[in-house]
């Protein structure tokens, strides 16, 4: 954790009764897996995911909140450089193309994928997708096979018939690298 997330993370508007959940030293999959776990039994009717290395805008979570989505996602660059933000490709669908945002002309955008890096989750939507809702099946150290715990989720989710989006006026900075314009 770095001074700059610490901050950001004390500025954010939280809805009353909010509380923090963190699971560390565990792999991700897993650390995803306990805290939808611990919300539930506390009842709680959103789960918001915050990276450690993401720094959010201070009206996220109630930008989030306010649109009412099963599903939502701020944006930011992913690692690789460009929008963590996806759709499957057409004539592979088991293929995700990082989509280009500045194609896109609304603030809403509905996508095949987001991280979890910024993410609002309606509780509800844990009782639709079947346990585990999280898995880490990247078995290839360069990522070429299997899927991130982010994507499977997704995937989940859309099997389902769970839309996904991503507000773009939740742009948030992913640490050390630029910040995001969309």
Not at 10 to 18: K, N, R
Not at 35 to 49: E, P, T, Y
Not at 67 to 87: C, D, H, M, N
Not at 117 to 127: K, M, N
Request: charged share 25%; with cysteine.
């Amino acid at each position: 954790l770095t001074l700059d997330w610490v901050a950001a993370l004390v500025d954010l508007d939280q809805p009353p009764g909010a509380k923090l959940l963190c699971w560390k030293g565990l792999p991700i999959h897993v650390a995803r897996n306990r805290m939808v776990q611990d919300a539930l039994s506390l009842h709680a009717r959103h789960i918001f995911f915050l990276d450690a290395d993401v720094l959010p805008p201070v009206h996220a979570i109630t930008r989030l909140l306010e649109r009412r989505l099963p599903i939502v996602s701020g944006l930011y660059w992913s690692k690789r450089g460009f929008p963590a933000a996806w759709r499957r490709d057409p004539k592979l669908p088991e293929r995700y193309n990082p989509v280009d945002l500045k194609t896109e002309s609304s603030d809403m955008v509905e996508l095949d994928a987001i991280p979890m890096g910024c993410a609002l989750i309606d509780t509800r939507v844990f009782s639709v997708i079947p346990w585990p809702w999280f898995d880490w099946t990247i078995l290839d150290p360069l990522g070429a096979t299997g899927m991130s715990e982010d994507m499977w989720f997704c995937r989940k989710a859309q099997d389902h018939g769970l839309p996904i989006w991503a507000d773009r006026t939740v742009a948030c900075h992913h640490e050390s690298l630029l910040p995001m314009d969309v």
